[in-house]
């Protein structure tokens, strides 16, 4: 009798314990199943992407002989804007160079013109002993003022007097034997000469000794 009780009261704990370890074990495949499946598709995922990056493109021979021609057509423009650069460039330099020479000349032929003033007022000066004369210091401070204008405008005054005879400065249309000087040297100054620059406005008048 005591066994039989025994039995029908341990059956039920034998099958609750192996239903127990029955849905562990399949929570446990599950979850293998489930990472299974994860790392399936991370690698599916993984295989797409190596294809995607390593996809390459064919081109026709049609296509290639385009893109050819499209570089040489490029490789041209390129060269005519460099052309067209350099030459714009060099038509730039020469007019500035042309307009700077055509207002060089018309400057000197201008200060030229106005050089005979200047002979005027020293001749009137020469002429004037009297240095205390109000007319004289009238005139002084014309040619003065007249001097400073020629200044600012670049016009030098040729320091001839006791200087070599320079012919590329000089206009000799005396000679004279001066011992006291040397040879070939300009002893006097009948009319002065004018730089503008390293330009000559007007060759100097001069006598020249020995």
Do not use: C, W
């Not at 070599?164 to 004279?176: E, G, K, L, S, W």
């Amino acid at each position: 009798m005591s066994e039989e009780k025994k039995n029908p009261e341990n059956q039920p704990v034998n099958g609750e314990t192996q239903a127990g370890s029955e849905a562990a074990a399949a929570e446990k495949e599950a979850k293998k199943a489930a990472e299974s499946s994860e790392k399936s598709e991370k690698a599916e995922k993984g295989k797409k992407e190596s294809k995607k990056k390593e996809k390459t493109f064919t081109l026709t021979r049609e296509q290639m002989e385009s893109a050819e021609l499209a570089a040489k057509q490029l490789e041209a423009v390129k060269d005519q804007y460099t052309r067209l650069t350099a030459e714009y460039d060099n038509y730039r330099k020469r007019t500035a160079k042309e307009k700077e020479g055509i207002y060089q000349d018309a400057k000197i032929d201008t200060i030229k013109e106005f050089l005979a003033v200047y002979d005027n007022l020293e001749r009137a000066l020469a002429t004037d002993a009297d240095l205390e004369s109000p007319h004289r210091k009238g005139l002084e401070m014309i040619f003065n003022q007249y001097k400073e204008i020629l200044k600012k405008l670049g016009v030098t005054e040729m320091d001839a007097k006791g200087q070599p005879f320079d012919p590329n400065q000089h206009n000799a249309v005396m000679h004279i034997d001066d011992e006291s000087l040397g040879e070939n040297v300009v002893a006097d100054v009948f009319q002065a000469g004018f730089m503008l620059g390293d330009k000559v406005l007007r060759f100097a008048t001069v006598r020249v000794a020995n």
